[in-house]
């Protein structure tokens, strides 16, 4: 995609600061850390009333379609309007931007309404592709529900224009409310309406939150000059460059999102249970994701778009590899955390209520499949941020598709053998290859990664794991098992987890880690400079 100069006469936007970025980042990963431990309360709610049940596996079908389309849409239109939003804002024509926005935002009301409409009408026949093992009453069951988080399919949608708008401005304060937003209303519904309307309670509750989702991100659009207005214009020269953007990211987010279609399909299979089981290992795995990659991901996706319209190349590469460090630096200890106390950690957040002790085991006997693809899971969130940011869409669409397909034949030939494991190994397989082929994406379009600098970089942060890893296989050792109330619980993995901790920033400060200093620095831009409250990325909490 070609870019433009700015033009005489207009005010250009500076880039923001070093430490302004720095203090967006801790802030992303503070406001995602609040949304986050609220998802996790939400999960352990959801346990503790539906455990692993047939009510709870029906419910995570019938979010398929939502959720698949929450990920096509939210995120695409987030990719593909950053860049060209940030680039008119970055050229002072704040003016065409709006009517650019609204114009989008008019008619994705009018293409999604038809949308869900034909959604309900014909849900009883396309919902049993999701569904295959189910029988006849549950398939029922699952139509219903399905029905009724159609509608928030627009909002889904609508949310990521606004998000992209707030985005490209470099303001994130309404955005990073809205993973609080629909986490408490889930929360809210299936505590209030457990009793009367049952698995519904969390269908209506999960509703209202993700209409709550764009609800939150209205007033500042309002608030905003020219702002948004109620029309449509779809002759403005930058839609090219939109529908270059838009339809191969389309293309790509549906090829992700199709990964979670075929999980849900393989699994309706197995026996009752392996669903919800499958959806609580990945939802732990998402814990780091969400929490730190989503948020250097989302402070530096429109930073990286602007460094490419400035066609600074050496600040472009330097903002990628801090990116890429920071990620491996979070992500690799966590794979480890994950797998040797994979049992403690789905104990002590689940096992209650209906969540008995054979739950646990079923869920914790996933966890490690699902962990070991956390590393290739942060680091593609990063790299395709990275690749559209240069506006480059047809190679990471072609890699997404490659992916779901490489996903699909290991499914199907794990399933017989392995089952739900066979499944999540299949994910993390995928997502690895995936991330191997971004990597060298990225490398050509920045024209130089300095792969062995992060290749290094990652080796200290693997070794600094690894004798975490020993240290915390040795105190399972010597501690014998775990005494089975729930404050003993939580007393056990807290120290597992401190220690855990302080074995790898030791270790990893004698290697003398990059990382640590990074880390160290941001946090002390962020405490000496103040900057505005951050966005961060959320997903629905149907998924």
């Known amino acids: 995609m070609a870019l433009t100069s700015p033009q005489p006469g207009r005010k250009v936007i500076p880039l923001p600061t070093r430490r302004q970025v720095a203090g967006s980042t801790m802030l992303v990963a503070a406001a995602t850390l609040a949304s986050t431990m609220m998802g996790f309360a939400r999960e352990v709610i959801n346990a503790r009333y539906f455990g692993t049940s047939w009510e709870m596996d029906t419910f995570l079908a019938a979010a398929v379609i939502p959720t698949i389309l929450f990920g096509v849409f939210n995120g695409a239109l987030v990719n593909a309007l950053v860049p060209v939003f ?6 002072g024509e704040e003016e065409r931007a709006w009517r650019v926005a609204s114009t989008v935002i008019n008619t994705l009301v009018i293409v999604l309404g038809i949308g869900v409409v034909l959604g309900w009408i014909l849900a009883p026949l396309y919902v049993p592709f999701v569904a295959k093992g189910f029988p006849a009453p549950q398939m029922g069951v699952c139509v219903h529900m399905t029905r009724i988080m159609l509608p928030t399919i627009m909002c889904t949608s609508l949310a990521g224009v606004l998000s992209a708008i707030l985005y490209s401005h470099h303001r994130f304060k309404a955005p990073a409310v809205q993973g609080i937003a629909i986490n408490f209303a889930t929360i809210g519904g299936v505590l209030l309406w457990h009793g009367h309307f049952g ?10 939150g993700l209409a709550l989702q764009l609800a939150v991100q209205i007033p500042p659009l309002l608030r905003a000059k020219p702002g948004y207005r109620l029309f449509i214009d779809l002759s403005d020269p930058t839609f090219k460059k ?10 790509g987010s549906a090829a992700g999102q199709m990964a979670l279609f075929f999980d849900r399909y393989f699994a309706s299979q197995l026996s009752p249970g392996y669903i919800s089981g499958m959806n609580y290992a990945t939802k732990l795995v998402g814990f780091p994701q969400q929490i730190f990659a989503a948020a250097i991901a989302t402070v530096i996706f429109p930073l990286l778009s602007r460094q490419f319209a400035r066609k600074d190349s050496e600040t472009l590469r330097e903002t990628i590899l801090t990116g890429i460090r920071m990620v491996n630096f979070i992500s690799v200890p966590a ?17 209650r209520g209906a969540f008995k002790s054979t739950a646990t085991d079923l869920t914790a006997g996933l966890l490690p499949f699902a962990a070991v693809g956390l590393v290739a899971l942060c680091a593609n969130i990063v790299l395709t941020r990275c690749a559209f940011a ?45 991330m191997i082929a971004m990597m060298l994406l990225v490398r050509h379009l920045v024209k130089g990664l300095r792969i062995r600098r992060v290749s290094l970089a990652m080796l200290r942060v693997l070794g600094a794991a690894l004798v975490m890893g020993a240290t915390l296989l040795w ?7 775990i005494a089975p109330g729930l404050f003993a619980r939580i007393e056990y ?6 220690i855990g901790a302080f074995a790898f920033l030791a270790v990893a400060g004698m290697l003398r880690a990059p990382e640590v200093q990074l880390a160290t620095k941001l946090l002390l831009d962020k405490l000496h400079v103040g900057t505005p409250s951050p966005s961060e990325s959320t997903s629905p909490p149907i998924g």
């Open 86 to 91: 940030s680039e008119l804002v970055q050229r």
């Open 199 to 208: 698995i519904f309670a969390l269908v209506f509750g999960t509703a209202i």
């Open 242 to 251: 939109i529908y270059e953007l838009l339809g191969p990211i389309i293309i």
């Open 335 to 351: 794979v480890v955390a994950l797998i040797i106390l994979a049992r403690p950690i789905v104990a002590t957040l689940f096992e």
């Open 390 to 434: 240069c506006c480059e869409t047809r190679w990471p669409v072609a890699f997404a598709v490659g992916s779901v397909l490489l996903n699909v034949a290991l499914s199907i030939t794990w399933l017989p053998s392995l089952g739900a494991r066979g499944l999540l190994l299949a994910n993390s397989v995928s997502q690895t290859v995936q």
């Open 475 to 481: 105190i399972q050792h010597i501690s014998g098992p």
């Open 493 to 498: 993995l807290v120290g597992q987890l401190a």
